[in-house]
C-alpha cells in the first residue's frame, strides 16, 4: 500500500486533537491573510505548535513523505535560487530586456508586446518574482527614457510572469508542489498546461493592444535613445555567463529528460546548482547563500507541517468529503469547481498555501472515488487528470485578478511606488481582473475541449 | 582639543518641509565662514530639535532614480538625464531625502573620537549636541586637519 493510501485509509475522529489541528491551521492562515504578522513567521511557528502539541512527531513532520516537508519542492526552489543568484551579476538579464527594448523601435506598444512575451518565457523558467525584479528595473529606464508612463508596462509584465510561470512545472510554486505531489514530470506539463498557455499568451496580448494601445505616444525623437543603447554593455562579466549558460542548458535539458532517466526534478536543478557553484570558482559561497530567498523557503517548510498536521488529524479528508457531495463524484464539475474556486481564492490569498491544502484534499478525493486504485494509478487516472490542470491553471492564473493575488504583483507595485508611481489597488484591479476572467475562461474551454470533448 | 573648541557656529538650517529646489537654493547663497562658495550641507532642524541633515550626495541620491541606484544600468542612461531627473524631484520635501540617523558628537567630545567618525562613516561634518541634545555647531573634516596641520607644524612651517 502506499504511503498516501494508508493515510486516506485511516478513519477520523473529531477529538481534541482534529480541534486542536483545525484551529492552528485556521488561525494560520488568517494572520497570515491579514498581513497583521509575516507569513513566514506565522508558519514557523504554527508548524513549531502542530509538532510541540502532539498533532505530528517531529519525525513525521521532518521525515515522512506524506504528512511532511516537501523536501523535493524545497531543493528545487534552493537550488534554482542559487543558479540565478549566480548568473545575474552577469548582466545577461540586462543584456535581454535592452535588446528587447531596440527590438521594438521604441514603439512603446512593440516594446510592452516584446516585454510581455520575453517576461512569459523567463517566468516559465525562472520563479516569477525574479523574473519581475530583473525586468522591471529596465521598464523604469525605458519608460523614463520615452518620456511614457511605466505602469501599463509594469502590470503588463505582472501580469505576463503569471501567465507565463503556468507553462512548466518549475515556472510557479502551485506546479512544483502539484508535481512533487502527483508525481507529474516535466514533459507532462509541457504537454498539458503549455498549449493552454500560448492560447491564453495570445489573448493577452491582444488585450494588452486593446487596454494600452491607443494610450501611448512617444516623441520620434526620444525613440532615438533607445536605438543607442548598446546591450552589450550590459554584460559585467562574459565567462560567468557563458558558463551560467552552459549549466542552465544541462537543467533544462535534464528537466526535459527528468522523467524518462527517472529523476526527480530537484535532483536536477541541485546538480545544476552545484555545477555552477564549483565553475564559478567562488571561494565565498558565503554571499551567493545568504542571497537565497530563506523567507520563501521557510515558508514552504512551515506550510508543509501545517497541512502535514491537518491532513493527520483527518480535517482534509473531511473537507474532501464535503466536495464530493456538491460534485457528487462528476469530474467534469470537479474539474470547473476547482479551476474557478481556485482562481477566485488565488486573486486574494497566496496561492501557495491554497495549493499546499487542495493537493491532498484533491488525493483524499480520489480515494474515496477508487478505492481500490493505489500509487500512480490512482495519482494519475485519466479522470482525475483535468482536476490537477485544472487547479493549476486557476491558482496560476487566479493570481493575476488583484494586486494582491501573486507575489509578482506585489513586487511590481513596491517597485513603482520606489520609483515615485503609486498603482493603487483598484487600478491594478482595473486590468488584471478582466485578464484573469478573461484567461481563465480559455481555460475552461481548454479543459473542457481537450479532456472531455476531443479526449486527448 | 575637544570638539566645541574648533566647531563653528550654525547659521543657517533647513526645515523637514523644506522643498528640494528651495534647499538648493538655500545651500548656494550660504557662506561659511569666510568662504566665498555656497555650503555642501545643512542640517534639518523640526522645531528646533535635530532631524536630519543633508548634503550634496543625499541630493544626488534623490535624483538618481530608484532602479538605478538597485542594478548596474548607469551605461544606458542618456545626456540630459540628470538635469531632467533634476527637475523631476525638485518639490520633493527635504524630510524625503535627507539623512535621518544623523551622527552627532557631545561638546566635549575629543577630536579622535570625531576624527573616527567621520572616517567610519565617510562623513564632511558633524553637528556638535549641547546636553539638552540642542545643536550648537558643526565640526568639518578641514578643521580637525586643521588641527593635525598645526600638532606637526608651527605656524611658520617649520618643525
Known amino acids: 500500500m502506499t504511503p498516501e493510501a494508508a493515510t486516506a485509509s485511516q478513519p477520523f475522529v473529531m477529538g481534541a486533537s482534529f480541534w486542536t489541528a483545525t484551529i492552528i491551521f485556521l488561525l494560520a492562515y488568517a494572520l497570515i491573510i491579514s498581513e497583521k504578522v509575516h507569513k513566514t513567521v506565522v508558519a514557523i511557528f504554527a508548524a513549531a505548535l502542530m509538532i510541540v502539541l502532539k498533532i505530528l512527531e517531529q519525525k513525521e513532520a521532518f521525515h515522512s513523505e506524506v504528512l511532511g516537508i516537501d523536501w523535493n519542492v524545497i531543493f528545487l526552489l534552493l537550488s534554482m535560487m542559487i543558479i540565478i543568484n549566480l548568473m545575474k551579476p552577469t548582466g545577461f538579464f540586462e543584456y535581454i530586456a535592452i535588446k528587447s527594448a531596440k527590438l521594438g523601435k521604441g514603439e512603446p506598444m512593440r516594446i510592452m508586446t516584446i516585454f510581455a512575451i520575453v517576461t512569459a518565457i523567463l517566468s516559465a523558467f525562472l520563479d516569477n518574482v525574479t523574473t519581475v525584479l530583473l525586468l522591471a528595473p529596465v521598464t523604469l529606464l525605458i519608460a523614463d527614457a520615452l518620456e511614457v508612463d511605466p505602469i501599463p508596462f509594469l502590470i503588463a509584465e505582472a501580469l505576463a510572469s503569471n501567465i507565463g510561470g503556468t507553462a512548466t512545472l518549475i515556472g510557479d510554486p502551485p506546479n512544483i508542489m502539484i508535481a512533487s505531489k502527483a508525481h507529474f514530470d516535466f514533459m507532462d506539463f509541457i504537454y498539458n498546461l503549455t498549449p493552454a498557455i500560448i492560447v491564453v499568451m495570445a489573448a493577452f496580448l491582444f488585450i494588452l493592444k486593446i487596454m494600452f494601445g491607443k494610450k501611448l505616444h512617444v516623441r520620434p525623437e526620444l525613440k532615438q535613445r533607445i536605438l543607442e543603447m548598446d546591450e552589450r554593455d550590459a554584460i559585467k562579466d562574459p565567462i560567468m555567463l557563458k558558463k551560467s549558460l552552459f549549466v542552465l542548458s544541462i537543467v533544462i535539458i535534464g528537466f526535459v529528460l527528468h522523467g524518462t532517466f527517472n529523476y526527480e526534478p530537484a535532483t536536477v536543478a541541485l546538480f545544476g546548482a552545484g555545477l555552477l557553484l564549483l565553475l564559478s570558482g567562488t571561494h565565498e559561497p558565503h554571499h551567493v547563500l545568504a542571497e537565497i530567498e530563506w523567507p520563501t523557503i521557510f515558508f514552504f517548510m512551515g506550510l508543509f507541517i501545517i497541512i502535514g498536521g491537518v491532513v493527520k488529524v483527518g480535517l482534509i479528508k473531511w473537507m474532501s468529503i464535503e466536495v464530493l457531495a456538491i460534485t457528487h463524484g462528476n469530474m467534469f464539475a470537479t474539474s470547473m469547481l476547482m479551476m474557478w474556486f481556485s482562481a477566485v481564492a488565488s486573486a486574494f490569498v497566496d496561492n501557495i498555501p491554497y495549493v499546499a491544502t487542495m493537493n491532498p484534499l484533491i488525493i483524499d478525493m480520489a480515494h474515496q472515488i477508487w478505492p481500490h486504485l493505489q500509487g500512480l494509478k490512482l495519482l494519475h487516472n485519466p479522470e482525475l487528470m483535468p482536476v490537477w490542470w485544472s487547479l493549476s491553471l486557476g491558482a496560476c492564473l487566479g493570481g493575476n485578478g488583484t494586486a494582491i493575488g501573486a507575489s509578482a504583483n506585489v513586487i511590481v507595485i513596491g517597485l513603482a511606488e520606489r520609483a515615485g508611481k503609486k498603482i493603487s489597488f483598484i487600478r491594478f484591479m482595473a486590468y488584471g481582473m478582466p485578464v484573469m476572467m478573461l484567461t481563465v475562461l480559455i481555460s475552461t474551454i481548454y479543459i473542457w475541449l481537450r479532456y472531455y470533448i476531443l479526449k486527448i | ?159
Not at chain 2, 531627473?85 to 561638546?107: C, F, G, L, N, P
Not at chain 2, 540642542?134 to 586643521?146: E, L, S, T
Open chain 2, 1 to 159: 582639543m575637544k570638539a566645541k573648541e574648533i566647531m563653528e557656529p550654525v547659521k543657517e538650517t533647513l526645515t523637514p518641509k523644506t522643498t528640494l529646489k528651495d534647499a538648493v537654493n538655500r545651500m548656494r547663497i550660504a557662506r561659511r565662514g569666510k568662504g566665498w562658495a555656497g555650503v555642501k550641507g545643512m542640517i534639518v532642524l523640526d522645531n528646533g530639535n535635530l532631524a536630519g541633515i543633508v548634503s550634496i550626495k543625499d541630493i544626488l541620491r534623490a535624483i538618481i532614480p530608484s532602479y538605478l541606484a538597485l542594478t548596474e544600468l548607469g551605461e544606458f542612461t542618456w545626456d540630459g538625464m540628470l538635469e531632467e531627473m533634476a527637475k523631476k524631484v525638485a518639490d520633493k520635501k527635504i524630510e524625503e531625502i535627507m539623512t535621518r540617523d544623523v551622527i552627532t558628537v557631545s561638546e566635549d567630545a575629543p577630536l579622535m573620537e570625531c576624527a573616527d567618525l567621520v572616517v567610519k562613516h565617510s562623513l564632511q561634518r558633524i553637528p556638535v549636541l549641547d546636553k539638552d541634545k540642542k545643536v550648537v555647531g558643526m565640526i568639518y573634516i578641514r578643521d580637525m586637519y586643521q588641527a593635525i596641520v598645526q600638532a606637526l607644524f608651527d605656524k611658520e612651517g617649520k618643525r
